[in-house]
């Protein structure tokens, strides 16, 4: 990774003024305070951002804007830049062969060279999904504000982050201007009370969470996720977690930092070293005071919750693994035409069972769910089995340290003798954009986060679930929990 991305003190922003601290404060408005340049009365906030993430799909008009207007990159130390999105994950990847894709690659190459932007490019050791390399590299921090131009910048939150997607005119604003012009969102607390079940894991109980509220239950709201699930989880399920608050509708979501975050990111290139001490004392200020309010609040108990899968064409549209569909009765009556569309194109019937469902396709990777400790459960489940003769089977690493390791420690061995293709890293089959796609009228199941229609390919349907529920549908050959399997 080149040298110039800046190692930036924690939470570099704004500081408050004294009188901003007078009362209790949650930790969404403790890190918008902190990085307000300007606030006029009835206008949005010049708000500082402390890293953009570059991918190659929605840079190109930005720099092209910069351009020209003959305005230089604010600051290239502040971007970090790799290539995820319409990449092969083939082993001859290097070589593009759809037009489009490869000039997007290349545009962004010749861009960051030009303008002094670090760069992941294949065989860097670094390269990957653009919300798994930010992470692995120690350049997400607790208390930044972090902007890329994908809706699934959430993922970095659960560092305890205000991260979120924008617009490729916003990325222009960024690379010119190091800010952009920002409303205060609102504030949304769920917590996550109890314990997982056996099978199940973070995938479900955020899947849970949108099944409860709908695709639209947290607009304009940046969730804090707490409780005691939250605080047991590995920092790669809570990227899990944060990186489908979208899915709700939230601007973002995000967890404050804690022990777990301060062991994954000490020794990593980009964290703090000499100064790590005085690091995590300016990291534990990012907490909700204990009389803090919030905009909104929801629970969601996990102690009886089971593997949830999605059976429509929205992450709402999900029931647990034991139950059947909603039937035409149970739905609200606002709900019920979308839900009949939604059941026409995934093929299935309202109020049948989702066990038992054939697939033909199943895919473990993605911003959501391409970790190596995803790849551990999926592993966990495929040793010693094959996967089902009708099932093709992509396993795709979020990255190429992801790669690097799954092979370390014999994951790749396991999925081959099982019969998956253990690919390069990349967005891969997450959406229509590259190479991989599941033809049309396929059925997968897939540890992605979105269950649109055409998503994965012109008419394919998704399932989503977790990436063990994913590898042991993917054995029977049919939706089946993984409990049995683990």
């Known amino acids: 990774m080149a040298s110039s991305v800046s190692k930036k ?4 922003g704004i500081e408050p003024a004294a009188s901003e601290c007078s009362t209790a404060r949650n930790i969404i408005e403790k890190i ?4 307000v340049v300007k606030q006029l009365p009835g206008h949005p906030a010049v708000f500082a951002i402390d890293l953009m993430l570059i991918h190659e799909v929605t840079s190109a008009q930005a720099f092209k804007t910069l351009e020209e207007k003959g305005i230089p990159v604010f600051d290239p130390g502040k971007l970090l830049a790799t290539i995820d999105h319409s990449i092969p994950t083939r082993d001859n990847r290097t070589e593009i062969y759809d037009e489009e894709a490869r000039i997007q690659v290349e545009t962004l190459r010749e861009n960051c060279k030009r303008h002094g932007i670090p760069f992941l490019d294949f065989g860097s050791g670094n390269q990957g999904i653009v919300h798994v390399v930010g992470p692995e590299l120690g350049v997400t921090q607790p208390g930044m504000t972090i902007v890329c131009g994908d809706s699934h910048t959430a993922t970095h939150g659960a560092f305890g982050a205000l991260a979120f997607g924008v617009g490729t005119s916003e990325v222009g604003h960024v690379m010119a201007t190091g800010c952009l012009l920002q409303q205060k969102p609102k504030s949304m607390k769920v917590e996550f009370r109890g314990r997982f079940k056996k099978g199940v894991f973070a995938k479900d109980a955020v899947l849970k969470l949108i099944a409860e509220i709908g695709i639209g239950g947290a607009n304009g709201h940046v969730i804090e996720y707490v409780g005691e699930a939250i605080r047991e989880m590995s920092m790669e399920e809570r990227m899990t977690v944060c990186n489908m608050s979208i899915e709700c509708g939230a601007r973002a979501g995000l967890i404050a930092p804690d022990a777990t975050t301060y062991a994954y990111l000490k020794g990593r290139p980009h964290a703090p070293s000499a100064q790590w001490e005085q690091a995590v004392e300016q990291w534990n200020d990012y907490c909700s005071d204990e009389n803090c309010t919030f905009d909104k609040q929801v629970v969601i108990d996990l102690d009886a919750l089971q593997p949830i899968v999605t059976w429509g064409t929205n992450p709402a549209q999900a029931v647990q693994i034991n139950e059947c569909l909603p039937t035409n009765a149970q739905l609200a009556e606002n709900e019920r035409a979308s839900a009949q569309r939604a059941v026409e194109y995934t093929k299935l019937q309202l109020g049948q069972p989702i066990a038992g469902t054939p697939v033909d396709w199943a895919f473990v990777g993605s911003c959501t769910n391409g970790r190596i400790e995803d790849l551990r459960v999926a592993a966990s489940v495929l040793k010693g089995r094959k996967v089902h003769p009708s099932v093709t089977f992509y396993v795709v690493p979020g990255s190429e340290a992801v790669r690097a390791q799954a092979e ?14 253990f690919r390069m890293p990349g967005c891969s089959m ?10 049309p009228g396929k059925r997968c199941i897939s540890s992605s986060n979105r ?3 055409g998503r994965q390919g012109p008419g394919s349907i998704t399932h989503l679930a977790s990436p063990a529920t994913v590898a042991a549908s993917a054995v029977r050959g049919q939706i089946v929990s993984p409990a049995e399997y683990l």
């Open 430 to 439: 997450c959406l229509a954009m590259n190479d991989d796609k599941v033809p």
């Open 451 to 453: 269950n649109f229609v």
């Open 408 to 421: 370390k420690e014999g994951l790749r061995e396991i999925f081959e003798q099982a019969g998956a293709q």
């Open 9 to 12: 003190s924690p939470g570099s």
């Open 32 to 35: 918008w305070q902190r990085h």
